[in-house]
């Protein structure tokens, strides 16, 4: 096995794996829009890493049974400034499945993810047909 065959390889498997994500992630997507409760949100920190330019924004909001839950949105680096109030939504009982419920924190993991798989599955089949 060569190391073009194992570059190959690996480029479906993290295509497959980055597709199978996406789709992960419509389905809860899809399931939160029809169960899901709403509610509302502030950022309450900002996350920087070292070595990141962008940070990430903690959401917290407090479920039906009044305890406070914080998360992270997956898209980091999206201009959410600290004390912003931002719309929320979680299936009942799981309040760790949050989403911030805007068009474009919903939107961009599914967009990225997709774009990712496509991307890597491309670069496999070009490797295979340039062979």
Do not use: N
């Not at 065959?5 to 497959?16: C, D, F, N, R, S």
């Not at 959410?80 to 068009?103: C, K, N």
């Amino acid at each position: 096995m060569t190391g073009a065959t194992i570059g190959i390889g690996l480029a479906v498997l993290v295509g497959l794996g980055s597709l199978w994500a996406g789709a992960r992630e419509v389905r809860l997507q899809l399931r939160l829009s029809r169960y899901g409760l709403h509610a509302e949100g502030v950022v309450v920190d900002q996350e920087h890493r070292p070595g990141d330019d962008c940070s990430t924004p903690v959401v917290e909001f407090t479920d039906r049974q009044g305890r406070p839950v914080r998360f992270r949105p997956a898209a980091t680096g999206t201009g959410l400034a600290l004390r912003t109030h931002v719309p929320v939504v979680y299936l009942p009982g799981r309040p760790g499945s949050a989403r911030v419920f805007t068009r474009k924190y919903r939107l961009s993991p599914i967009v990225g993810l997709f774009f990712g798989g496509i991307l890597f599955l491309g670069v496999a089949v070009g490797c295979v047909l340039t062979r």
